[in-house]
């Protein structure tokens, strides 16, 4: 049955979203912000005295990750906007997630604190020290509920690794390892060893001047712990095997569709450039996004996707504005869906597009607080492209470019999703489903 | 730009006849396309002089528009369209100066090696930050910008300009070592280094800095830009920090 989104919860944020995650479960959802925040909220439990409340996300932790930073060597700031992300699986009772900015990663701990202890020896319960000498009998501490607090704390913090600008982390299937690219590098980390990381790709030539192509995305395939992808500026898609050499600057398979003649234009290159590429969760596909449309790859088949889904192709005759006013960089990223049935990315407008893949069907929806009503339906958008404008479409020209859904999730296991517009997290949900 | 861009900015096939006026191959060579493609080689290449001050530039994006001022160079040089400057007054910097940041810096040190820098008011000022020589000089540089490149009818002086235009896309072109580095600056091998920034050495980020003030200095053309006017404040603070270095 065709799924019908509906509004959930529109969530205000302090600043622009920069990154948005669930966890492996799903009961966490992950934001991280322009400003160096991380806000984290936990779905609500099945309760009998609130029974609409089941599924709704609330804030369940907010922190500080980053700060602003200032490289004296080079006279630029560091900016403390998160870049992505990533939940390890869990555990134990804690939740662990890994943030990073451009040039710093770090481990945080999020665990919850229910009980406190009580019936000390040596300090009096307000916390002031007993003397001893008035101690006659010992006591076993007990411990005793108390309001649930969350804490988030540091623990690990990977530093000084990359020159460049990282643009993706991702964990490894071991839950030992993860990896972290910048534009020109890709590096291997162990998780517990911050003061040591491996180079295991390096794309930057020996002459800067030669350089005409950067490292965009990169992601661990979620089964097999040796194989990973990266994606490059020219639109293509290396996956290397990490048991053939230590540095794998030579790729085991190299996915590149060849260009359209007919559509060679000076921008040609730019829309070519992926901005984000995912594994799907059965680990056979993979999909890749560029300026104008998402991929679908088959991970046997190097020569060309197995399916192209057109996000905006309204936007091709507007490229060259679209280069003008920098909107033609934008990097917009994509998700598969908990069953890899179905395919989300973003657009302009707070649009965004959802590709079922076994119905062939697709859809454009808006994350908007003025159009939609909680728990009433989504209403399909539609954008007129030329001639005759129908009731309740929207021509090329009024699209505004500045409302960008650049970052969305997919729960892992249900249809729930996060569109971040700007400064606002929305959570839609299927109502029929 | 308008409708001029309406259908973005096609490579000439010889079918596609709905941009421009007749459907033959030799289109690309038609005004309007001409003026297109112009138009967006110098869009791109004040995009590359505009460098944020303060965060580093987004590699990504500087490295696409580097390669599309490249594919736009080498179209215009297989078209035979590529056009040089006409020779300007004596003691005038090089239009080519204008182009790009990494431009900047090299002509700088031609001045430097080859002649003295005429432009400039003080023969010692040339040995302190090259950059500073630029700022004053700007007048010098406000020539008839409506096009950087205009038609040469004298052959004897395409020689001399040529080279410097060659030298724009040598840089593009890694032929010669040190300006592009401008801007893709690697800047885990280079420490700040004052010496380096007085003699006007490129490949340290401190004279990124400084040929980034040449740029907004030089940037007497008409940008599309308007992000290039505010800066010049920034300019004349970033301007004395180094003088007084």
């Known amino acids: ?433 | 730009m308008g409708t001029m861009f309406a259908r973005g900015l096609k490579r000439k096939s010889p079918e596609d006849g709905e941009d421009m006026e007749g459907g033959l191959a030799g289109a690309r060579a038609t005004p309007s396309y001409s003026l297109q493609r112009q138009s967006l080689l110098d869009m791109s290449l004040v995009k590359l002089q505009l460098c944020h001050m303060l965060v580093e530039p987004n590699l990504c994006r500087s490295v696409l528009i580097a390669n599309t001022v490249r594919q736009i160079q080498e179209e215009m040089s297989q078209d035979g369209t590529w056009r040089v400057v006409a020779p300007q007054a004596a003691g005038r910097a090089p239009l080519d100066r204008l182009v790009s940041t990494d431009i900047l810096c090299r002509s700088v040190r031609e001045q430097e090696g080859e002649r003295p820098a005429p432009d400039v008011g003080d023969g010692h000022t040339a040995d302190l930050v090259p950059g500073l020589a630029v700022v004053p000089s700007a007048q010098a540089l406000r020539s008839p910008q409506s096009s950087l490149w205009e038609v040469d009818s004298s052959r004897e002086n395409r020689g001399g300009f040529q080279k410097s235009l060659d030298q724009i896309f040598e840089t593009l072109e890694n032929k010669t070592s040190g300006s592009v580095e401008e801007l893709f600056a690697d800047v885990d091998s280079s420490y700040y280094d004052l010496d380096a920034v007085l003699t006007g050495m490129v490949g340290s980020t401190p004279s990124a800095h400084a040929s980034g003030l040449q740029a907004f200095a030089s940037a007497a053309a008409p940008p599309p830009s308007s992000s290039c006017r505010s800066d010049l404040g920034e300019l004349d603070h970033a301007v004395e920090i180094l003088v007084e270095t």
């Open chain 1, 1 to 433: 049955m065709q799924p019908l989104w509906s509004q959930q919860a529109v969530l205000r944020a302090a600043d622009i979203i920069s990154t948005v995650e669930f966890n492996h479960s799903g009961d966490l959802l992950a934001t991280g912000d322009k400003g160096g925040r991380v806000v984290i909220f936990q779905r609500e439990q099945e309760n009998k005295s609130r029974p609409h409340s089941r599924g709704e996300y609330n804030v369940y932790s907010t922190f500080q990750s980053h700060e602003p930073e200032f490289d004296y060597l080079k006279s630029l700031e560091i900016e403390e906007k998160i870049n992505k992300i990533r939940w390890l699986p869990q555990q134990n009772a804690a939740h662990f997630l890994l943030s990073t900015n451009d040039k710093t990663i770090k481990l945080w701990k999020i665990s919850e604190r229910d009980k406190r202890a009580e019936g000390y020896n040596l300090k009096d319960e307000d916390g002031r020290l007993r003397d001893p000498f008035r101690i006659t009998a010992l006591r076993v501490p007990i411990l005793k509920p108390m309001d649930l607090m969350v804490e988030a704390s540091p623990r690990r913090i990977f530093a000084n690794a990359h020159t460049y600008h990282i643009n993706s982390i991702s964990v490894n299937s071991d839950h030992e390892t993860y990896l972290s690219a910048d534009d020109l590098r890709i590096n291997l980390w162990h998780l517990e060893i911050t003061d040591r990381s491996f180079n295991i790709v390096d794309i930057k030539p020996a002459n800067m001047e030669e350089l005409t192509e950067v490292i965009t995305a990169a992601e661990f395939h979620p089964h097999q712990c040796n194989v990973f992808v990266y994606s490059s500026s020219k639109g293509t898609v290396r996956l290397c095997d990490m048991r053939s050499s230590a540095l794998c600057d030579r790729h085991s398979k190299f996915f590149e569709e060849p260009e359209d003649p007919s559509s060679r234009s000076f921008f040609s290159e730019i829309i070519s450039s992926i901005s984000d590429v995912k594994f799907s969760h059965s680990g056979r596909y993979m999909m890749t996004r560029d300026y104008l449309s998402v991929k679908v790859w088959d991970l046997n088949m190097e020569s060309r996707p197995v399916e192209t889904h057109q996000v905006h192709e309204y936007l091709r005759s507007k490229l060259c504005s679209l280069y003008e006013n920098d909107c033609i960089f934008d990097k917009f990223e994509c998700c598969w869906s908990g069953s890899d049935s179905a395919i989300m990315t973003g657009s302009y407008n707070n649009f965004f597009r959802m590709f079922d893949r076994n119905a062939r069907r697709d859809v454009t929806l808006e994350a908007s607080r003025e159009n939609s009503k909680p728990r009433a339906s989504l209403k399909p958008r539609k954008v007129c492209t030329g001639g005759k404008r129908k009731k309740d479409e929207i021509s090329v020209d009024s699209l505004d470019f500045n409302k960008k859904i650049l970052h969305t999730a997919w729960h892992p296991a249900e249809n729930i999703i996060a569109v971040a517009a700007t400064n606002n997290l929305y959570i839609f949900q299927d109502k029929v489903n």
